[in-house]
């Protein structure tokens, strides 16, 4: 069975660090670009980070760029996002998903997404 499942989130505050995880099975996250996006009730699902497989490349929107970290680890079949000094803002839930038939980054156009897993909450509160 294919899926992803996302794992790390949690309560932090202000200027806090926080670790997701996506965990693969089924297939090898080596072959294809890797996203993570986080979603609030009401609002689009957004993407705040991309990893390409192809050259290893890894892409942010400005919202997170020096503040968030995507790697992977190909043997553990895991994706990971790094994110520190997190602001209230960053409160979301966090979602990764498979840029299908790519192993490079060009954008979020969810619609070139799939095999999204449930989700994990981040909250940033003091």
């Known amino acids: 069975q294919v899926q992803l499942v996302e794992s790390g989130g949690g309560v932090v505050q202000p200027g806090g660090s926080l670790r997701l995880s996506c965990a693969a099975s089924g297939f090898s996250l080596g072959y294809f670009a890797i996203g993570w996006f986080r979603q609030a009730p009401g609002k689009e699902r957004e993407g705040v980070s991309c990893?390409?497989?192809?050259?290893?490349?890894?892409h942010y929107p400005d919202s997170v760029k020096g503040r968030f970290t995507i790697s992977r680890d190909n043997a553990k079949n895991t994706v990971y996002l790094q994110m520190d000094s997190l602001k209230p803002e960053d409160t979301d839930v966090y979602y990764c998903?498979?840029?299908?038939?790519?192993?490079?980054?060009?954008?979020?156009?969810?619609?070139?997404?799939?095999?999204w897993g449930q989700g994990t909450q981040v909250t940033v509160s003091s």
């Open positions: 990893i390409s497989t192809r050259d290893g490349s890894t």
């Open positions: 998903a498979v840029r299908r038939d790519y192993n490079y980054c060009s954008g979020y156009d969810l619609h070139e997404y799939g095999y």
